[in-house]
């Protein structure tokens, strides 16, 4: 394929090379790694529109996180295809070009993420095909006015060239707004990085997710005590400020439970002096900041689910100076809080390993039926936190993986499903504590997460905790198979 640059920074004309003789001709279409080169990584979807002479379509991009990188190409016909630039640190920020494509040249266009793209059909029954990068999602649908006099387009060169007496527009692309008055933000270069507790589950798999989405290495900073105590503020600025990230995920705190209640001084002063710290860099390193917080900020008391705007009243040592860190972090007009329960990982212990532990020599086990909530898989939980930390939907939410179970109802489900002939005894929170004789920290009994505020701004919600539980089992099962290679 030849790939010809543009006026446009990173936009490239596409002619596929051509094989013929008498019968026809071979040409290719796709070839992921030439295009992977261009910042093309996948293949997501591949969708055509039909259009009647004069159809003009745009200028449309969608917002992030499902803002799509396009290879496009007219396949019947003949069209103007019209980018626009949009990413403010580009050298061609609201710059445009206009390019032919018919059927005929055969000509492909690359527009990266961060461009509106529009064309104007020439010719009836002109097919337009497009080939993108990410979903298409109607809630992030946007777009420019097709005729901003800031851009200046030269449309009326076009009309004229190709005898279209006025150009026919949806009633939606007529109101679209115009350049200055778009507020949405794109960048050429990627964003940047920092997890703090990346030793724990979750900052573990936030950075598989980055990782996976294409982020590179050298745009991550993943730390944990060893490399950024976050109780030293010195520290915490000085690494703050040298790596620079667009994005905090703050997953560093004492989760401890029931340690947490002989410990409040050293708990207060991680939970809430170290998140003070990281919101201090965060506001003046111009950061946004992902703060896990937790179910504990309720007491459980509430019939039904909980909605992030709900009174708090934390009754332990931990549930209180996890809220304490919400109020801190609020001072940052750019953060997401991510109130969670229950979580397993990979990368740590968790109550799925503590079952499969205890399955080894125990024919039966007491757990607690009276306490109610989400188990919740890291993987799901870093998606969904790598997307939320794209878009500009600030505030609070409640994330955990859709459905509701006991403990007692959570560890048959595991024993099930890894075929595990474990009886479970269903025990009240007051029985397990008798029987065992130990001393717990306060625990809500109803941790019912409302998660609506998800889908309300466009997001998907996690899915069911059981289907969650079935994915990490074979998570586990392919790190047994790695740990038994090694063994060997």
Not at 98 to 110: G, K, P, W
Not at 148 to 166: G, P, V
Request: proline fraction near 3%.
């Amino acid at each position: 394929m030849k790939i010809i640059k543009t006026d446009l920074k990173d936009c490239y004309i596409i002619e596929p090379a051509k094989f013929g003789d008498k019968r026809g001709y071979f040409s290719p279409y796709f070839i992921q790694n030439e295009f992977s080169e261009l910042g093309f990584k996948n293949v997501v979807q591949t969708n055509r529109s039909m259009s009647s002479k004069g159809v003009l379509r745009g200028l449309h991009f969608q917002k992030d996180p499902k803002c799509q990188a396009k290879i496009v190409e007219v396949i019947n016909g003949k069209a103007v295809d019209v980018v626009v630039d949009m990413r403010i640190d580009s050298p061609s920020y609201g710059k445009y070009i206009a390019v032919e494509l018919t059927a005929q040249n055969s000509r492909q266009l690359f527009v990266p993420r961060g461009f509106a793209h529009g064309f104007i059909a020439l010719e009836d029954n002109t097919i337009f095909q497009y080939i993108v990068d990410n979903d298409y999602a109607p809630k992030f649908e946007a777009g420019i006015k097709w005729d901003d006099k800031d851009i200046n387009i030269n449309w009326q060169e076009l009309f004229q060239k190709y005898n279209i007496t006025k150009p026919v527009l949806s009633e939606k692309d007529q109101i679209l707004p115009t350049f200055k008055d778009n507020k949405v933000i794109f960048k050429r270069e990627d964003d940047k990085y920092l997890i703090t507790g990346y030793n724990g589950q979750l900052g573990y798999d936030i950075k598989r997710v980055l990782l996976a989405n294409g982020i590179a290495e050298e745009n991550i900073l993943a730390t944990d005590i060893d490399n950024m105590d976050i109780t030293n503020k010195e520290q915490v600025n000085k690494v703050i400020k040298n790596f620079a990230p667009n994005v905090i995920f703050h997953c560093a705190a004492w989760t401890a439970v029931d340690k947490a209640e002989d410990n409040p001084d050293l708990v207060r002063k991680i939970n809430v002096e170290g998140t003070k710290n990281i919101v201090d860099a965060s506001i003046e390193n111009n950061a946004k900041i992902v703060y896990l917080s937790t179910d504990y900020v309720f007491d459980g008391t509430k019939n039904g689910e909980y909605k992030v705007d709900d009174k708090v009243n934390p009754k332990s040592v931990y549930g209180l100076t996890k809220y304490e860190g919400e109020e801190l972090v609020r001072k940052n007009p750019h953060h997401y809080i991510a109130r969670i329960s229950w979580v397993f990982g990979i990368n740590g212990h968790n109550f799925i390993r503590t079952m499969l532990n205890l399955s080894q020599n125990h024919s039966q086990i007491n757990v607690v039926d009276d306490q109610i909530g989400s188990p919740t898989y890291t993987v799901d939980l870093a998606k969904f936190l790598v997307e939320l930390a794209q878009t500009d939907k600030y505030g609070t939410y409640h994330a955990t993986n859709e459905g509701f179970c006991s403990w007692a109802e959570f560890a048959e489900f595991i024993f099930k499903t890894n075929n595990k002939e474990v009886k479970v005894n269903h025990v009240s929170t007051e029985e397990y504590l008798k029987i065992t004789g130990t001393k717990q920290a306060y625990r809500p009994k109803n941790s019912c997460l409302d998660k609506s505020k998800i889908s309300e701004i466009g997001l998907n919600n996690l899915p069911t905790w059981q289907n969650a539980v079935l994915r990490y089992n074979e998570e586990l099962k392919e790190e047994t198979k790695v740990l038994e290679r090694i063994k060997k």
